[in-house]
């Protein structure tokens, strides 16, 4: 016996589910990729991307996910043999210091247990000891969907700044951008990385990147550069250059109505929106947290993002079991845990097209879950998220 049946609640960190509206929008014919309609909504879409970044820089699109993003992002500024430092916070750092070292990118990490952010103060001594300079840029991710933290990147660029050394600062916003406030200008990051799935709520197959002036510099003397991530070559006069050919037609009718529909919200709505939704979420988890069978994984409030929650989980009931009584009992797709976490933990996403309904939905299902396989202690969680939203959104 279930009750799934009904519309399923995707509740992973991406895909997100994408709206009603966006689906629409991209079901109609091809349109001619050298002139007309969709020049301007590529011009637009740019446009509107940069004010999402919070930069006056210049703006790049990839027919590519998030993987492609950062190759794309250092093979642009970075030659062979060059070091890059790895700011470690979770699994996708690491995964983009992967990418660097495959293209030859002399790879060095600050390491990190995966349950706090990232250490300014270590990174502040790493760059003074490097009296050379060998160090070309600082990598990190502002929200780490594997670990579920956020760091703080103002402070890293403090940090930065503090050692007096001038590497660039890459920042894989890929699941913060149009979720929690970046800052790209104010904040003095050179490079941002992004792409559709998550808070932009289109479909995967596209990736961004923003790049400032200090970026566009290093550019011009980047050793790694192909023809088909080259920055100088989308920047040619034809609108096709602006993909290196054909463009993904159909996702970018997509991604213009999702930008429609955040920016009718209004980015500050967008985050006060996220931040209730996760607030909800965590106040769920730590009542279900009184068990003893489950904890956040990031210790400290102020770095839990609102993006994604990491919850570890016991044997038993055992995150297996938990992912799936909710998917074919309820519906709902909760994440798994990734990398070091796989078969420790559950991933609850609240980001995107996400709402109050939907994410009750989700906290019901795994309450549901949870007492069926004998978290009787767990109970009590949605009714503390629904006492928490009631007094955040009064009447």
Request: charged share 20%.
């Given at each position: 016996?279930?009750?799934?049946?009904?519309?399923?609640f995707?509740?992973?960190?991406?895909?997100?589910t994408?709206?009603d509206?966006?689906?629409?929008?991209?079901?109609?014919?091809?349109?001619?990729?050298?002139?007309?309609?969709?020049v301007?909504?590529?011009?637009?879409?740019?446009?509107?991307?940069?004010?999402?970044?919070?930069?006056?820089?210049?703006?790049?699109?990839?027919?590519?996910?998030?993987?492609?993003?950062?190759?794309?992002?250092?093979?642009?500024?970075?030659?062979?043999?060059?070091?890059?430092?790895?700011?470690?916070?979770?699994?996708?750092?690491?995964?983009?210091?992967?990418?660097?070292?495959?293209?030859?990118?002399?790879?060095?990490?600050?390491?990190?247990?995966?349950?706090?952010?990232?250490?300014?103060?270590?990174?502040?001594?790493?760059?003074?000891?490097?009296?050379?300079?060998?160090?070309?840029?600082?990598?990190?991710?502002?929200?780490?969907?594997a670990?579920?933290?956020?760091?703080?990147?103002?402070?890293?660029?403090?940090?930065?700044?503090a050692?007096?050394?001038?590497?660039?600062?890459?920042?894989?916003?890929?699941?913060?951008?149009?979720?929690?406030?970046?800052?790209?200008d104010?904040?003095?990051?050179?490079?941002?990385?992004?792409?559709?799935?998550?808070?932009?709520?289109?479909?995967?197959?596209?990736?961004f990147?923003?790049?400032?002036?200090?970026?566009?510099?290093?550019?011009?003397?980047?050793?790694?550069?192909?023809?088909?991530?080259?920055?100088?070559?989308?920047?040619?006069?034809?609108?096709?250059?602006?993909?290196?050919?054909?463009?993904?037609?159909?996702?970018?009718?997509?991604?213009?109505?999702?930008?429609?529909?955040?920016?009718?919200?209004?980015?500050?709505?967008?985050?006060?929106?996220?931040?209730?939704?996760?607030?909800?979420?965590?106040?769920?988890?730590?009542?279900?947290?009184?068990?003893?069978?489950?904890?956040?994984?990031?210790?400290?409030?102020a770095?839990?993002?609102?993006?994604?929650?990491?919850?570890?989980?016991?044997?038993?009931?055992?995150?297996?079991?938990?992912?799936?009584?909710?998917?074919?009992?309820?519906?709902?797709?909760?994440?798994?845990?990734?990398?070091?976490?796989?078969?420790?933990?559950?991933?609850?996403?609240?980001?995107?097209?996400?709402?109050?309904?939907?994410?009750?939905?989700?906290?019901?299902?795994?309450?549901?879950?949870?007492?069926?396989?004998?978290?009787?202690?767990?109970?009590?969680?949605?009714?503390?998220a629904?006492?928490?939203?009631?007094?955040?959104?009064?009447?």
């Amino acid at each position: 016996m279930s009750v799934s049946n009904g519309r399923q609640f995707l509740s992973i960190p991406g895909p997100t589910t994408v709206p009603d509206e966006v689906l629409n929008a991209m079901h109609r014919p091809a349109i001619d990729i050298y002139a007309g309609a969709l020049v301007g909504i590529t011009e637009s879409c740019l446009e509107d991307l940069g004010s999402i970044f919070r930069t006056k820089g210049r703006v790049y699109v990839y027919a590519a996910n998030g993987h492609g993003a950062w190759e794309a992002a250092l093979s642009n500024v970075l030659s062979r043999d060059e070091r890059i430092l790895i700011m470690e916070s979770g699994s996708f750092a690491r995964g983009w210091g992967e990418t660097a070292a495959m293209l030859g990118i002399k790879v060095e990490s600050i390491s990190n247990d995966g349950r706090h952010a990232v250490d300014g103060t270590a990174l502040e001594a790493r760059l003074g000891e490097d009296k050379a300079g060998t160090i070309k840029a600082v990598l990190v991710v502002q929200v780490d969907t594997a670990s579920g933290v956020v760091n703080d990147i103002a402070a890293v660029r403090k940090a930065m700044t503090a050692s007096g050394h001038g590497a660039l600062l890459m920042v894989d916003v890929i699941a913060s951008l149009a979720i929690m406030p970046f800052e790209m200008d104010a904040w003095g990051v050179d490079v941002a990385v992004a792409a559709s799935q998550k808070g932009l709520m289109t479909p995967p197959g596209l990736s961004f990147i923003a790049a400032g002036e200090k970026a566009v510099a290093a550019h011009s003397n980047a050793g790694l550069r192909t023809f088909y991530w080259d920055w100088t070559g989308r920047e040619g006069p034809l609108h096709y250059q602006k993909y290196c050919g054909t463009p993904p037609e159909h996702l970018m009718f997509g991604l213009r109505k999702a930008l429609d529909m955040l920016l009718e919200e209004g980015l500050d709505n967008v985050f006060h929106r996220h931040r209730l939704i996760a607030e909800a979420v965590r106040r769920a988890i730590g009542v279900w947290a009184a068990s003893g069978m489950l904890e956040f994984n990031i210790f400290e409030l102020a770095e839990r993002a609102d993006s994604v929650t990491t919850i570890l989980i016991d044997e038993p009931p055992g995150a297996a079991r938990l992912l799936k009584y909710c998917e074919e009992k309820c519906g709902v797709v909760l994440g798994r845990g990734i990398g070091e976490l796989d078969g420790k933990a559950f991933r609850i996403a609240h980001m995107g097209h996400v709402n109050a309904p939907m994410i009750l939905g989700t906290l019901g299902a795994t309450e549901m879950g949870l007492t069926a396989l004998g978290v009787a202690s767990a109970k009590g969680g949605v009714e503390a998220a629904i006492d928490g939203l009631a007094q955040a959104v009064p009447a």
